[in-house]
């Protein structure tokens, strides 16, 4: 038997039982006298106790131990004299008979400690190790903990879970497809799911009524702190419903979570938004609403005194930061540097201080009376000691960078606290988005989401302004889910194909199945997906999702534990049919 107790089991009650421990050497400390060891394993650590009476075989195998060496040790639980508050085992230890190395180790490449002296690319090379750490080990088992609710949660509603297929058909809608060569069809191929879309309609058209699974997608674009090249989705469908039933469900789903998981209760509905006001307030489709700090238009307000930088500006809009008048000429120079930046690309910061006295101060005063300025400060609700920041330029652009100013002022306010939740619906928005270059429509979400139904005519007079029946689930300024309520009728679909610039050759070669699917009886239907790894990483209080993934890819996409991508054999190429041309 290699254990009777885990190594974060044992407790006062078990005083006096002879047990046997197996696991990793934390640490050893060596006091003379007495040596003292932590055995870790998965559940926690015990600490082992040999002292200088024991056996001369025993110590001398003691002496030849080192960290991360895998051993087996009987022995009898006593009660520490020096208890350890910190871990759940911290009233005993264990008085050590015998020893069994089962596996010696070589000296880790960073110490597996929750403060560990490993970087990130070293971390990820030696992930076996980095995984024994306890953050990323309760990173994961958060995850599992999050996915049994969800299965929980979706089973009480009756849904069923179905696997879709991982080898399918490429389409060039969305992001770039990872693709699989086919040795059986020379010269064709598959490509891996960026989601079961497609599958998931063709199920509420068999009559499932209710899908979901947790399912890996796959997306070939640019990496950043929340994506990953592989994903993992909760992924939803649901049949004769409108969008408020979709809603209503998963805003259940994502309050189950929070009250099982992190013994948070939401008894109120979460907020909706419309797309339109996001932006207009927020200058994001997710914003974060933790605090407040929103938009105000000044354009009225400012245009027409001669200050030739707000005279020609498209939009001027500012925020009002509570309490920061007092800040210093240095502190709005960080301000005015940081939206500069190529990344926001501002060229400019205008600030207006309400100060204590009554006063107001401002970096454009020569153009605006005391009186002119009084009255922004009114209407941006300013009061005594506020700090008035204010951008102006092409409406977009100045809309972006406002919101980063914004989350920025957040961040240095302490606004932004990792520990609350502010959930928000965003809706209603744009069906498609028009690319310049192209000169075509682009489905912002994909080519099978619905109109608003009153909107549908405005497919012939003016595309721009059709609404999609599209809604995100946003949590502290992180898209966590999206979805729609899905076109189920054929002639609806066929516009939609045109609209995108479709020929109905390219719809058929592409979306032919799903089209013949509907002549056959499509209930309507909608779902939405919830990223889950974001979803895990918001709960777990990080910002990046790597640690809530046993196995990620660095920001090339690569795994450096394994070294893949890598190159294949001439003969794996020739079987595939495939020639390889240098770039």
Known sequence: MYRTHNCGELRLKNVGQPVTLSGWIQKIRNLGAMTFIDLRDRYGITQLVIDDKSDSSLQNLISGLGREFVVKVEGKVIERSSKNSKIPTGEIEVKVDGVTILNPSEIPPFTIEDDTDGGDEYRMRYRYLDLRRNPVKEALMLRHRMAQEVRKYLDSKEFIEVETPVLIKSTPEGARDFVVPSRMNPGEFYALPQSPQTFKQLLMVAGFDKYFQ????????????????????????????????????????????????????????????????????????????????????????????????????????????????????????????????????????????????????????????????????????????????????????????????????????????????APLWVVDFPLLEWDEEVKRFFAMHHPFTSPNPEDIPLFDTNPKEVRANAYDLVINGVEIGGGSIRIHDKQLQQRMFEVLGFTPEDAEAQFGFLMTAFKFGAPPHGGIAFGFDRLCSLFGGADSIRDYIAFPKNNSGRDVMINSPAPISSEQLKELSIELRKV
């Open 214 to 421: 947790i399912v890996k997608c796959f997306r070939d674009e640019d990496l950043r702190a929340d994506r990953q090249p592989e994903f993992t989705q909760i992924d939803c469908e649901m049949s004769f419903v409108e969008r408020d039933d979709v809603l209503s469900t998963f805003e259940g789903l994502t309050k189950h979570l929070f009250k099982f998981v992190k013994g948070i209760e939401f008894n109120e509905p979460f907020q909706k938004l419309s797309y339109q006001d996001a932006m207009k307030y927020y200058g994001s489709d997710k914003p974060d609403i933790r605090f407040g700090m929103q938009f105000v238009d000044l354009t009225d307000k400012f245009k027409g005194k001669g200050f030739v930088v707000f005279d020609s500006a498209e939009y001027i809009g500012g925020i009002c930061a509570t309490g920061c008048a007092s800040y210093s000429r240095k502190q709005i120079d960080e301000l005015t540097e940081f939206i500069k930046k190529p990344q926001i690309g501002g060229k400019g910061l205008v600030y207006i201080k309400m100060e204590e006295d009554g006063s107001i101060k401002s970096s454009i005063d020569k153009f605006y009376t005391p009186e002119d300025l009084k009255a922004i400060a009114i209407q941006m609700n300013a009061k005594k000691g506020d700090l008035i920041l204010v951008m102006s330029g092409d409406k977009k652009k100045t809309l972006t960078g406002l919101c980063e100013l914004r989350l920025e002022m957040g961040n240095r306010l302490n606004l932004r606290d990792k520990n609350k939740f």
